[in-house]
């Protein structure tokens, strides 16, 4: 990293903003995140579970003509699963309740192709209900999977199929409790069974599903609940089903089409999708869906391909560091528990995590800002280490390129930064530096654009020092920060 000279603007500034009296929050500026959205942003990271009779397929999509006695899981624990998701530090999950092959894991009344149908348990099992009991009981989150495409129905393509769906939708709804999120998947039409006909049927994305009508629907029934899809409404597809979001990661966005025009599910510019739009119309932050596995679904041929701890690390930087969440898959064997691997893997990455983010080394810091807001302690730099998402430091409305100075009583080694935005007050900053005091020089050590709900950044080595400066260098309007951390990673 370059070297340079910093001259840290005076505590003085600080004081004469106190002079003129400044004491109002800072206008919000942009597309603003709604209430439910600013939750799901606590959340960060969260789980997938893909299990249905793919687990005993060997499939990744089933055609839907699958019997429904193939369903048998020989010891199904839903404690146990969200235990081994709890371990990981993962704070919502979300099942499968239906996949592209139909198959329901509860006991619908809308299709046939469903659990009661199955021996298991005598057709008396709900995988739905046990999962989101022990979610609820362990103090975790429950969210549904429900695809829109269904490769059984017979129905399938046709108007009435939206009806049977809903119907779906709204026993799921009603039946089980709070909802944390409902995942709309993009995929759309194609071969499958059809009750029979084995052929490929082709819907209209744009207007086959009634969207607008659907998501009404589930807002009247879950009003808390965020929904998930290519094009929101509450928060988007990242692009990929890497884990990965843009270097540069906007919250604001304005879908468009793969081929231009306008987007709908299951038809979007990926790349646009993990970058974001800066200035945008909507807030739409990113999900990063990503698979433990190489597969969606549990594979025996896959136990030795588990994602270790330290790549979880890495997907946690580039999903929930560049402002995202982090929706990590783990898909249950065919026991109807998580794999021992994968166990390993999770508790591997919860270890880490609290290993890792456990204690804020910047909280011993004496804090000197270069301006404060009307000079009031509501907008104080020492906001920052108060571990409270509610309050932030905030400068005078002219002050937005800030500097913050960290003063150590001892020198201090860290390699990990972390900041967040106040973003009930919009996505504001769009480029820091971090700098170092090395010897009577100071250091750039950190750079980055877009901060948003959180930017964590790794410095290419440990850093050790009694002086940190926190500059932004470019603010659409002046910064509302409310979290700065610093953390040292454990090297085994």
Not at 180 to 191: L, S
Not at 248 to 262: I, K, L, R, S, V
Request: net charge negative; charged share 25%; aromatic share 10%.
């Amino acid at each position: 990293m370059k070297r340079r000279t910093f001259l840290l603007a005076p505590v003085a500034a600080a004081v004469a903003s106190a002079a003129r009296g400044v004491t109002s929050d800072p206008e919000p500026y942009g597309a603003l995140p709604t209430a439910r959205q600013w939750r799901w942003h606590q959340v960060e990271t969260y789980a997938f579970l893909h299990f249905t009779v793919n687990t005993f397929t060997d499939h990744e999509w089933g055609e839907g003509d699958e019997d429904t006695n193939i369903f048998q899981p020989t010891d199904f624990d839903a404690d146990a699963i969200v235990a081994g998701l709890k371990s990981a530090g993962l704070k919502t999950v979300i099942l499968t309740a239906k996949h592209h092959d139909g198959f329901c894991l509860w006991p619908t009344q809308a299709t046939e192709h469903c659990i009661r149908n199955s021996s298991w348990r005598d057709g008396k099992g709900d995988v739905v209900r046990e999962i989101s009991q022990a979610a609820a009981h362990q103090g975790l989150g429950f969210g549904v999977y429900v695809s829109p495409w269904d490769r059984n129905n017979p129905a399938y393509g046709t108007p009435p199929y939206i009806n049977l769906y809903r119907t779906q939708l709204t026993e799921l709804l009603t039946q089980y409790g709070p909802i944390a999120e409902i995942w709309f998947d993009g995929a759309n039409g194609g071969t499958g069974y059809y009750g029979g006909a084995r052929e490929k049927r082709v819907i209209d994305r744009t207007t086959y599903y009634d969207w607008p009508n659907t998501w009404a629907l589930a807002r009247r029934l879950q009003p808390d609940a965020v929904m998930f899809s290519d094009v929101g409404p509450d928060i988007r597809w990242v692009g990929n089903e890497n884990g990965v979001a843009s270097e540069t990661c906007w919250a604001t966005y304005d879908p468009a089409g793969e081929h231009g025009g306008a987007a709908a599910v299951g038809d979007v510019d990926a790349k646009l999708s993990g970058v974001g739009t800066r200035h945008g119309k909507r807030w739409l932050p990113a999900e990063c869906d990503v698979s433990i596995r190489p597969g969606w679904f549990w594979h025996e041929a896959e136990n030795d391909k588990v994602k270790t701890p330290r790549e979880l690390a890495d997907l946690y930087f580039k999903s929930v560091g560049r402002g995202a969440g982090f929706l990590l898959n783990v898909p249950p064997d065919r026991r109807g528990r998580l794999h021992e691997a994968d166990l390993a893997s999770l508790r591997g990455f919860g270890d880490w995590r609290e290993a890792t983010f456990s204690a804020n080394l910047a909280r011993d810091a004496r804090l000197t800002p270069s301006n404060v807001r009307g000079g009031s302690k509501k907008y104080a730099a020492g906001n920052l280490l108060d571990g409270d998402p509610e309050t932030y430091w905030a400068t005078d409305d002219a002050a937005t390129t800030p500097a913050l100075r960290l003063e150590f009583p001892r020198p201090v080694t860290f390699n990990i930064i972390r900041l967040r935005e106040y973003i009930r007050l919009g996505q504001r900053i769009e480029s820091v530096e971090i700098a170092a005091k090395d010897g009577q020089d100071r250091r750039t050590i950190a750079a980055a654009t877009s901060v948003g709900n959180c930017r964590l950044i790794r410095t290419t080595a440990p850093v050790t020092t009694d002086q940190v400066e926190l500059r932004i260098t470019q603010s659409a309007a002046c910064p509302a920060l409310s979290d700065f951390g610093l953390f040292t990673e454990p090297q085994t």
